[in-house]
């Protein structure tokens, strides 16, 4: 039995799960994929894997954990909204770990945008190459509005984003697999040799490195549109 139970393959997730193995407690920690279980210590018990509500019930029921802590991605609303409904079920303790928000004078010159659509809509009112930094599962959205050629895309280094890519008809060499976050001599120096016009993120905040994102991008005059966060 896991005497806690902490969801999230995020910084936080990581962060969470390794202070509380090593002050003794017994924690299993479940992530989505065996690119996130890499990245955890070896030695902390882990299920890999997506979950749906039924089997997250299913999940919290057999662990019978005494508190579980929720370490998802800002943007994983339904996820969180599955693990709160599934702990009030359970009648076990839930805590939620919120990622802060991003900070800095530079929030105020970026396009805000509430959704995907809104980015992949307000890309086609642009012109010039395109960098995308929200995760290769949203790719389709912007390839339905916007011509594939003039995206390029950064993502985390495993297959099934390398998959999704090709779906969404994002050239080979369009495609930026790497583990971030980045720095801004980095990210200028991307934006520099791809000739970036237009740079899409999510606030994902300091952990996201979204500043180290978007500062280079607006002293190169590139246009910024930033997907906001859901509200908790």
Known sequence: MAEIVVFGGTVEGRETAVRLKYAGKNVTVSVTSEYARALLPQDIDCRVGALDRDGMAAFLADARPDKVIDCTHPYAVRATENIKACCTDLNIPYERVERAPSEGDWINYVEHVAT?????EALV???GNILLTTGSHTLKEYAQEVDA?????????????????EEAGIPPSHIIAMQGPFSQAFNAALYDQLDIKVMVSK???AQGGVAEKVI???????????????KE
């Open 125 to 127: 009112r642009t012109e």
């Open 203 to 205: 606030d994902s905040g």
């Open 216 to 230: 280079p991008a607006l002293e190169r005059d590139i246009h910024v549109i930033l997907i906001d966060r859901p």
């Open 149 to 165: 050629a003039r995206i390029w895309a950064r993502m985390l280094p495993n297959m099934e984003a390398l998959r999704l890519c």
């Open 116 to 120: 995907t659509q809104q980015a992949a």
